[in-house]
């Protein structure tokens, strides 16, 4: 179980428990509003997110898996998922659950799992913290009808929330997010309370207690080479942002016969006061340590390990989207794999370029893994990926996996027993030099976002930077492409409280990236 938090630790949070009896009853009058962003329900501890809502959100979920013609445990496409894998569809339904190691995630995955035994559904409960990526891997191998993960992302940690996997071992599409909303939003204070208490549920075989991690290890063996890792003699600095991917990450890559050495392992509810992402400025220990250590490889994870953090051997973060055309280029070329392509809308174009050169496909979406998810599901697909940290590959879950993108770096470096900068120059031989950027800008209250996006809906600008706009992509945002392939992407953002224009911006030097940012600031204030 895990260790015990420290006094200083549940001080920083008192505060918000001191208005839990506040909250309980302002939920009594009236139900929560309970709305799943691109990847779960997020919300601030002891406000919204409180064992009284985990417990709503297990029932509506445990509603949906029963009740649901498509998605449910009798409904066309879980049956239709169950025959081609050849098994015989159950019975009754079956559920997985797991957490990070956020404050309080195994009390409320305790919560949830009660919740639903109490419906009547068996539970299938971590032992101790597990990342996304093993709990999907679960929900496949078991033939569950879909995990429910304590979990928050990038959020900082005062947050978290529960996100829900269906049974195809992916991020839940929006008409399955859509009821689960609307059991939730339906179900009284006295039905959304109920629950078994979770002793009496493991006595009656209705919540196991099991290990996710060995058949998750299973699975990395049966997609990696890990004997290429050993030969390379690689030496590799982990940091898994105290969160659940410390006792996957390292431990894997131990078995592989590298020399490691691992930061940040140890549980903080607080992450060192800072997001538990793997943005650049996250990984200044990290970066520091391979540099001075001599390290081959800096690999990080996230928090609930669904994304990677990579820095190279002379202390370089590499942006994920340079990693997604590396890891494709190296399945291809070094691994013989082939198949189509997914990445998002606002994902670099160097996939493109390195799929291009091999004759392979590639397939656009909305931003958002769950539609990148969604194609990997058809089997076609051998890599898909996302700009934010998100990549999987054919043969795995249709889920973002960081612990696999890490492994796969490391498979990659020990193939080409080259630095991942020696790679990328190599590479740029025949294809551009692509660099890529991100900006968050924050709208101004005198200006209206409404009328920022209408006008660039009805009037959008045909030069963008001094230069002319070749084609205006609307998957997903508004993306102006320009004729030698650079390009600028605006996307209004709909998971922060403050209205926020997410800016990227693609060039192939760093004046052009700078001039694209700098346009994208302009239009993000209405100046266009």
Known sequence: MLEKINAATTAFFRHFYIGAVFCYISITMSNPNIKFGTSGWRAVIAEDFNTINVKRVSHAIAEHIKENKDYGFKGDEYLLNMKNAGKKAPKNPHMIVSYDTRYLSEDFARAAAEAIADDNITVSISKTEAPVPAMAWEVIRSS???????????????????????????????????????????????????????????????????????????????????????????????????????????????????????????????????????????????????????????????????????????????????????????????????????????????????????????????????????????????????????????????????????????????????????????????????????????????????????????NPPLTVAGMSVWRIDNTDGFKFIMKDGSWLGLRPSGTDANPVMRVYTEAFSQKGLENLKAAGKDIAHGKF
């Open 144 to 458: 569950a009808s879909g995990g429910l993960m304590i979990a928050a992302g990038n959020h900082p940690a005062h947050y978290n929330g529960v996100k829900w996997i269906p049974f195809w071992g992916g991020p839940a599409l929006d008409d399955i997010t859509a009821d689960i909303e609307a059991k939730a939003q339906a179900l009284t204070i006295a039905d959304a309370d109920k629950y078994m208490p979770f002793q009496q549920g493991v006595s009656a075989g209705m919540i196991k207690q099991e290990d996710f991690k060995p058949n998750y290890v299973k699975q990395l063996d049966s997609l990696l080479d890990l004997g290429a890792i050993k030969k390379a003699g690689l030496k590799i600095v982990t940091d898994t942002n105290h969160g659940a991917a410390k006792n996957y990450l390292r431990p894997v890559l131990d078995e592989a016969g590298a020399e490691t050495l691992g930061l940040r392992e140890e549980r903080d509810v607080l992450f060192g006061g800072k997001k538990p992402s793997t943005s650049e400025p996250n990984l200044e220990e990290l970066k520091e340590t391979v540099k001075k250590g001599r390290f081959s490889l800096g690999l990080a994870c996230n928090c609930d390990g669904d994304r990677y953090g990579i820095v190279d051997s002379d202390g370089t973060w590499i942006p994920p989207n340079l990693i997604l055309g590396l890891i494709l280029e190296h399945l291809i070329k070094n691994r013989g794999l082939k198949g189509k392509v997914a990445r998002s809308v606002m994902t670099s174009h160097f996939v493109d370029s390195v799929a291009k050169f091999h004759g392979l496909e590639v397939r656009q979406t909305p931003v958002g893994f769950k539609y990148v998810g969604n194609l990997m599901r058809t089997g076609q697909y051998l890599i898909g990926g996302e700009e934010s940290s998100g990549l999987t590959i054919m043969g795995h879950t249709p889920e973002r996996d960081g612990i696999l993108a890490c492994m796969l770096v490391a498979e990659m470096v020990a193939y080409e027993r080259k630095s991942i900068k020696k790679i990328l120059a190599d590479m740029s031989r025949r294809h551009k030099t692509f660099i890529t950027g991100r900006t968050d800008i924050v709208i101004p209250e005198a200006l209206n976002m409404y009328d920022i996006v209408e006008k660039l809906k009805n």
